[in-house]
Structure formats: C-alpha cells, structure tokens
C-alpha cells in the first residue's frame, strides 16, 4: 500500500514539472510551449510586454507552425501564426484599440495604407467593446482563410488575404513597431 501512495506520488510530481517545463511565464501571464491551432502544433516562439508611457497594458505571445526568429519571416510567413495578447492593464476602450491599430497601419504600411483602407476598417469594425485586465485577443493567420480575430474567447470576423495578415502583422514585427520590447520579447531574442 505504501509503495503505491509513493509510485501515485511521484506521477503526480513529474506530471506537474513536465507542465511546467511545457509553459513559459511573463508577468504572472503562463502561456503553453505549444498551441494546436487549426489542427496543427504551433510553437511558442516568445513573449513581451506591451508599455505604453509607464503602463503595462498586455503581455504578447506569438506561436507559429514555422517558428523564426527573424522579423521579416514572421511577417512573411504563410504558415499558421497567432499573436496572443493577453491584457495586464486594468481596460482598454474599444476606441482606444481602434486607434492604436490605426496607429500601428499608418506607421507600417506607408504608400499601401489607402489600398489596405477597406480591410482595416473591416479590420477596426471587429473591435467593439472593452477589454479589461485578464482579457486575451488572439489575431491568427489561418492559410486557407484569412486573419482570424477572437476577442475574449468569441470569434469576430476573418479579415482574408496575405496583404493583410503581413499588414496587421508589420505591427508587431515591422521596421516601427508598436513597442520594440515588445517585439524582440516575442521573437524570443529579450
């Protein structure tokens, strides 16, 4: 009897290192090393803070089916690829998404902002109420079909086309990124 609370024991201690192995944590944020999006196994590649002046407002995570560390493969990349933003400040208005989405086009985009206009309003019009502290937005570049944007676990729209998933993209990993930081953490060079 005694063996066997041992033998149950020790499972129990190895299952719980092996998850923990198996995730990474950032500001009290713990994503998994692995994700199976559409089917297939994605990996971790990395994780970062959003700041905005002094405020932590999320904690980014990407997973790609062809990790890279390099920003113009994330961008480019035709595999499945997800960008997890997992929420740290306390809200954020649907207002204030729209315009640093915006923010992040005009400053990526240069002479393709007015051809991308249709799909960035399309884009926008997905984000329509707050998000608050724990919330997660996860922005995932399905092949087949497009740029997925799931708010608070609720599917909102699929915005199609390459050009777009390397526009939104370019946000986050594009010569003028939202936040540096940001950007090196989730590449996993930070």
């Known amino acids: 009897m005694k063996l066997s609370k041992i033998a149950g024991l020790t499972l129990v201690i190895f299952f719980t290192i092996t998850s923990l192995a198996q995730s990474k944590s950032l500001k009290g944020v713990t994503l998994s090393d692995k994700a199976i999006i559409a089917g297939r196994s994605c990996q971790l590649v990395g994780m970062g803070v959003r700041k905005k002046f002094f405020f932590k407002i999320y904690v980014g995570g990407l997973y790609m089916e062809h990790p890279s560390h390099k920003p113009k ?3 480019t990349d035709p595999g499945i690829k997800r960008v997890v933003m997992h929420f740290l400040y306390k ?30 309003d399309q884009f ?48 986050w990993f594009g010569e003028i990124p939202a936040d540096s930081h940001l950007k090196w953490g989730m590449l996993g060079e930070e």
């Open 91 to 120: 809200e954020v208005s649907a207002e204030k998404m729209r315009g640093a989405w915006m923010e992040g086009f005009k400053d990526n985009l240069g002479d393709n902002l007015t051809s991308m206009k249709k799909k960035i």
């Open 73 to 75: 493969e994330v961008i």
């Open 124 to 171: 926008n019009a997905l984000f329509t109420e707050a998000v608050r502290k724990g919330d997660e937005v996860w922005v995932t570049y399905l092949p087949d079909k497009g740029t997925q944007v799931i708010v608070k676990g609720k599917e909102k729209g699929i915005i199609p086309g390459k050009d777009f998933m390397k526009a939104v993209f370019s946000i």
